[in-house]
């Protein structure tokens, strides 16, 4: 018997400086569970654009070696807080997975990268997200704490963004035509 499908509530807020975060978490008793780290995410799509079109994701995520496939749901916003279906598993290859996507019809669509930092407090996750377009705190947990969260971290859930990463990507580029960003979101190597 299928149970209901887990599901992300989450905030995600810009912020101008991560530091200012971190030592607030120190201050409210945050404990560290990984250190700042290089994701390389891609997002796989059918030719047409179909799951995109559908607001759903499908991503193959690398780091530290290890892979990660996750399927996303469309998003509901509740006031700032997004929440959407999310399943996740860990593999033994991601290339391997590629070629099965591949031999679906399922390409790469679009790469993103972000420096990830995991952070836990009273059972919700807090991520800082350095990309490169600007800094993030993502706050994930009970729909009903987040905004509480939020505030006690000097934050207003208010400011939270409704978009995925990829949306705010395409946002941003759009914003800044001077600046010939790439189609990915990826650092200058």
Request: zero cysteines.
């Amino acid at each position: 018997m299928r149970q209901d499908p887990p599901t992300e509530q989450e905030l995600k807020i810009p912020v101008a400086d991560l530091e200012t975060i971190r030592r607030r978490l120190a201050e409210v008793g945050a404990r560290r569970l990984k250190p700042s780290r290089r994701e390389v995410n891609v997002l796989f799509d059918t030719e047409d654009g179909e799951i995109a079109r559908s607001d759903r994701a499908l991503r193959l995520r690398r780091v530290d070696g290890s892979w990660i496939l996750t399927y996303k749901g469309p998003p509901v916003y509740r006031g700032p807080v997004k929440e959407r279906e999310e399943l996740e598993t860990e593999l033994g290859s991601g290339e391997v997975v590629e070629a099965i996507f591949e031999h679906l019809g399922l390409r790469p669509a679009i790469r993103y990268e972000k420096d990830r930092e995991v952070w836990s407090w009273e059972g919700m996750e807090i991520v800082l997200d350095h990309t490169p377009m600007g800094d993030f705190v993502e706050i994930e947990g009970r729909t009903d704490v987040l905004a509480g969260a939020a505030r006690r971290l000097g934050l207003e859930p208010e400011s939270a963004l409704k978009g995925s990463y990829v949306t705010l990507w395409e946002r941003y580029r759009a914003g800044h035509p001077e600046l010939g960003l790439p189609h990915d979101m990826v650092f200058p190597s």
